[in-house]
């Protein structure tokens, strides 16, 4: 089983950025994806982003050209980088790895978008 640990939610007004990143730990196989998913009240958990270990992406279209999502360093890491928050973007974040058979996530993290 592979652990995953967010870090960089908070609260942030309309427009503005915010990083977030997620550190992996265990037996991780290359090829993986790593990607961020996220949930508001009420809602289904929805794709965000993902990153192949190949540097492949996908987004979701309600976040193209404001959200970049990368793999820094090892193939245990991936971030978001989240420019032109809006209100609607307000979720629980959680940080994903599909490692073989296996999807592992994160605990999630707070992103709120607010004035």
């Known amino acids: 089983q592979v652990q995953l640990v967010e870090s960089g939610g908070g609260l942030v007004q309309p427009g503005g950025s915010l990083r977030l990143s997620c550190s992996a730990s265990?037996?991780?196989?290359?090829?993986?994806?790593m990607g961020w998913y996220r949930q508001a009240p009420g809602k289904q958990r929805e794709l965000v982003a993902t990153?192949?270990?190949?540097?492949?992406?996908n987004y979701a279209d309600s976040v193209k050209g404001r959200f970049t999502i990368s793999r820094p360093g090892n193939n245990d890491r991936v971030s978001l980088q989240m420019n032109s928050l809006k209100p609607e973007d307000t979720a629980v974040y959680y940080c994903?790895?599909?490692?073989?058979?296996?999807?592992?996530w994160g605990q999630g993290t707070q992103v709120t978008v607010s004035s």
């Open positions: 994903m790895i599909r490692n073989g058979p296996e999807t592992s």
């Open positions: 990153i192949s270990s190949g540097g492949s992406t």
């Open positions: 265990g037996n991780i196989f290359f090829g993986n994806v």
